[in-house]
T-cell receptor
Framework: EPEVTQTPSHQVTQMGQEVILRCVPISNHLYFYWYRQILGQKVEFLVSFYNNEISEKSEIFDDQFSVERPDGSNFTLKIRSTKLEDSAMYFC????????????FGSGTRLTVV | QKEVEQNSGPLSVPEGAIASLNCTYSDRVSQSFFWYRQYSGKSPELIMSIYSNGDKEDGRFTAQLNKASQYVSLLIRDSQPSDSATYLCAVNNNQGGKLIFGQGTELSVKP
């Protein structure tokens, strides 16, 4: 079964450093998302991406965050200057088309900011 | 604030019983409804989607939707210990596909 692949599975970074979280969505999917889940809390929407541009973003997705689909297969989330409160699981997700809203989530990247 | 509410549990049922999980949502224009299962430390896994009022069955799982009451439920028949997980209700209300998740209900199935 096709999978959404995320790397790394765990990243530890120092506060103030930049991190890039990587995702390879399912190949024929058109819509891409990033979510995060702080330990013990809800899964929260960050951003959606379609046709090479952001289609929606949440209040969490401020100027410190950016997304990119540099080569038609990878989908990245960059955090420019990490804060302690950015520590969370980050999930990438993708879906095929407008009529199928059920996402496939990747296995996640656990980001720990120290 | 558009919210999705679930009882956090834990909900404990004996093996073989029916587990009933409930979810309410606040945005009346919500269009699509999902149940995800999440094991500890893992990513959410889609188990059911439902788009119209009524029941939808898939194996041991039945999703029920009542848009008038803004209520979604998930029934798990013949519960197994492997069903022990947190069940997340998620709602979509726009074409962009953004999902709003509830807090999740922790289910424990005792052998």
């Amino acid at each position: 079964e096709p999978e959404v692949t995320q790397t790394p599975s765990h990243q530890v970074t120092q506060m103030g450093q930049e991190v890039i979280l990587r995702c390879v969505p399912i190949s024929n999917h058109l819509y891409f998302y990033w979510y995060r889940q702080i330990l013990g809390q809800k899964v929260e929407f960050l951003v959606s991406f379609y046709n090479n541009e952001i289609s929606e973003k949440s209040e969490i997705f401020d100027d410190q965050f950016s997304v990119e689909r540099p080569d038609g297969s990878n989908f990245t989330l960059k955090i420019r200057s990490t804060k302690l409160e950015d520590s969370a699981m980050y999930f990438c997700a993708s879906r095929a088309d407008r009529d199928h809203y059920g996402y496939t989530f990747g296995s996640g990247t656990r980001l720990t900011v120290v | 604030q558009k919210e999705v509410e679930q009882n956090s549990g834990p909900l404990s049922v004996p093996e073989g019983a029916i587990a009933s999980l409930n979810c309410t949502y606040s945005d009346r224009v919500s269009q699509s409804f999902f149940w995800y299962r999440q094991y500890s430390g893992k990513s959410p896994e889609l188990i059911m989607s439902i788009y119209s009022n009524g029941d939808k069955e898939d194996g041991r799982f039945t999703a029920q939707l009542n848009k008038a009451s803004q209520y979604v439920s998930l029934l798990i028949r013949d519960s197994q210990p492997s069903d022990s997980a947190t069940y997340l209700c998620a709602v979509n209300n726009n074409q962009g596909g953004k999902l709003i998740f509830g807090q999740g209900t922790e289910l424990s199935v005792k052998p």
